[in-house]
């Protein structure tokens, strides 16, 4: 049986992906997560302390998921391909809802800034995994901006098409 804070945080992640942030009250993530409301506020201050764990948690997942999806490759331009098909492999894995944290950045006020930080801190975790990999900062930033792009339309139009071309245009670059 899992602990009540890792319910709602199990509860809560499942809830902002599939039906976004400002969608999902506190009251839902109660009652779907089987908890009191005193055991919500013991573990979490507010809904944006939840967030900010949801999103720490999701950095974690997603940054794990994709070093495993690319270490299977031997050459720096292998593991950037291929970090092109994880986007494919998490896009049918699921279903098309695209970036968490870009998603979750759309709902926020500029008031909400610990949610504004891990959501950066993510987005400059992603831009140093393209550095470290060609050890050039402005193909780096191509790179990350096709990739980011890729995410945003593939969940907008639910097709990979648009990322099997950034791959190809990948290739082309490096």
Not at 18 to 24: E, I, K, R
């Amino acid at each position: 049986m899992t602990s009540p804070r890792e319910r709602i945080l199990e509860t809560a992640s499942y809830l902002f992906h599939q039906q976004g942030y400002n969608s999902t009250g506190i009251n839902q993530i109660i009652s779907e997560a089987n908890v009191a409301k005193a055991s919500f506020y013991q573990h979490f201050k507010s809904k944006d302390d939840l967030c900010v764990a949801y999103l720490n948690a999701r950095h974690e997942y997603w940054f794990s998921e994709l070093m495993a999806y690319v270490s299977t490759s031997k050459s720096h331009k292998k593991r950037i391909l291929s970090a092109f098909d994880f986007i494919i492999y998490m896009n049918a894995k699921e279903h098309f809802r695209g970036c968490s944290f870009l998603n979750i950045l759309s709902e926020i006020s500029k008031e909400q800034e610990a949610i504004l930080s891990v959501i950066q801190a993510h987005k400059t975790d992603l831009r140093k995994f393209f550095e470290k990999e060609l050890d050039d900062k402005l193909q780096a930033a191509h790179i990350y901006l096709l990739f980011e792009s890729s995410i945003i339309e593939s969940q907008l139009f639910k097709s990979n098409e648009l990322v099997e071309k950034a791959k190809r245009i990948v290739h082309t670059l490096i």
